[in-house]
């Protein structure tokens, strides 16, 4: 399915870089140890600038997941309806990411399950995370 | 006077009541009538020819005339914008005689073509550009007349869409994203509607509930009491009440949000006047005093999407600011018009405001009770978006003609002496607290 590409900006470069290198990285605080995506400059709970990327295992799980029937996004429009679900992060529940999860139809996502990451090819230079089931 | 951006804001809890708690009034509003689109042609149907009917109606129902402002709040709003709301630029080209030469007095409307084209608006000392969406336009219009920047208040809230469609422009329309639409938009999470509905489903998740038997019962209410405004896009457009069965077989838009759970996009203009306590007791109508006013967002987002818990969080802060600051509990709120441009959120707003005793959960049972408008817990009366279009004004109207006693078929038959009503997307705090009573 085509998706828009992301633009990069200072703060996110290094995790679009990372994805292009098939690794999962998530920014993390140094001091008070707290996981926070998307990428502020800032740590949200303590205010540090203290903060690393560090790779995540790759692995969640579904949250919720709606289907976009009617949506805004022009360059998704040919493949509607398509999944749009809320991953959540092994390592902290409270980091969320979208997916579509590509393979599984409509309807049929089932809230809980077990996925994993892997990258998916937006453009010649870019690819973004996505996520499958496991199993 | 430069005054900082958000002077007017009322967004945090511990300040006590309001200082200027019933210090200000509503006296007057008026509403254009509610179009889809506007059809190119008409040239007193533009939306700038609808922000001067409806501030004529809204002066004439406080028996003003307009050298009587001198203060005019007008929203430069645009429904059909690319991502962020700023104005589609979709007027037909080429443009037309003046006053219609631009895009102001087409896709928006700016306080500044308002008062050259208004005739009579001549003793302006307060006309500020930046001037936020309804909900905490109402807000700055109470403030700014508490604090004597103006006596009395125009405030104009232009609901233009064009395009008929809601940000399908832009960077939507393209084939990059970038800042936050990086996160999301490359997922086809292009807003709202999207983060909302995630929100509904963790709801029916924690509470064991289905999406249909929540929000079913409230957007058909909301529909019937839609129709009892005489301007809304319903009456004048679909005048026929939705049921239960249509509702279920409604297209889904996200499922499992539905047709029915979004606000149709509308070409149309609200405005109203505020003026000070004081003047407003020989005005021609029972003044509709302020109580309170608050604003602001919920609170910081913890990562991609919002979840559950962060939205009841940010709307129960929401509910107990408003409460601080008004003086009011709970129990003293006979009407309530909580924002609904899109239906999850009226689960949310009735729980954290514990309207009637409603608590987390009680949603569902609620709303399969008894809330049409002449029973005894007579829910967003004044229709909402859902029922009259995204006008964003149906809250406040209602809950003006609520507390003056002439909401006419939608006249409540319980008391009506207060209101909460809102123009409150997600987690916003912008509530209105009104009064026809500060004797007590």
Known sequence: MPKPIPVPDELSKPFWDAANEGRLVIHHCKDCDTLQHPPRPRCRDCGSENLEWKEVSGKGRISTCMVIDDGRIGRMHPDQPFNLATIILDEDPRVNMYSNIPGVPVRQAPEGAAVEVFFEEVSPTQKVPEWRLVG | MTQPAGWWRRDKEGTGIWPHRGKVAITGWGQSPVDRRWDGVSMDKTLGAYAMYAAKMALDDAGLKPEDVDGLICCPDSMAGATGGSSAVWAPRPYFEAPYDSEDGLTIVTGGWLQKNMPGLTNLKYNPEQVPAIGEQMGMAAQAVAEGLCQVALVVYTAGNLQGRYRMGGENAGD??????????????????????????????????????????????????????????????????????????????????????????????GAFIFTTAERA????????????????????????????????????????????????????????????????????????????????????????????????????????????????????????????????????????????????????????????????
């Open chain 2, 176 to 269: 990059t994203v970038s800042g936050n639409a990086q996160w999301t938009s490359v997922y086809g999470q292009a807003g709202l509607g999207y983060t909302t509905t995630g929100v509904m489903q963790e709801y029916c998740q924690k509470y064991g509930t289905t999406w249909d038997d929540v929000l079913a019962p409230v957007v058909v209410n909301e529909h019937i009491n839609g129709l009892m405004h005489e301007w809304s896009y319903y009456t004048l457009h679909e005048p026929y009440a939705l049921t239960i069965e249509d509702y279920k077989a409604s297209r889904f838009v996200t499922y499992p949000m539905r047709l029915f759970d979004n606000d149709r996009p509308v070409n149309a203009v």
């Open chain 2, 281 to 440: 007791k020989d005005m021609k109508q029972k003044p509709v005093y302020v109580l309170n006013h608050t604003g602001g967002g919920g609170g910081p987002l913890r990562s991609s999407a919002p979840t559950l818990v962060e939205m009841e969080s940010w709307v129960d802060r929401a509910a107990r600011m408003g409460y601080e600051g008004s003086g009011l509990k709970p129990s003293d709120v006979d009407i309530f018009n909580p924002y609904d441009g899109y239906s999850p959120f009226l689960p949310i707003s009735l729980e954290s405001f514990q309207w009637k005793g409603a608590k987390k959960g009680d949603a569902k049972d609620f709303f399969n009770g008894d809330i049409t408008v002449h029973g005894p817990f007579p829910h967003c009366s004044g229709g909402g978006n859902l029922g009259v279009g995204r006008t964003r004004t149906a809250m406040y109207i209602d809950g003006i003609e609520q507390l003056r006693g002439m909401a006419g078929e939608r006249q409540v038959t319980t008391r009506a002496e207060t209101a909460i009503c809102a123009f409150a997307p997600g987690g916003s705090a912008a509530y209105l607290y009104l009064s026809n009573d500060i004797t007590s």
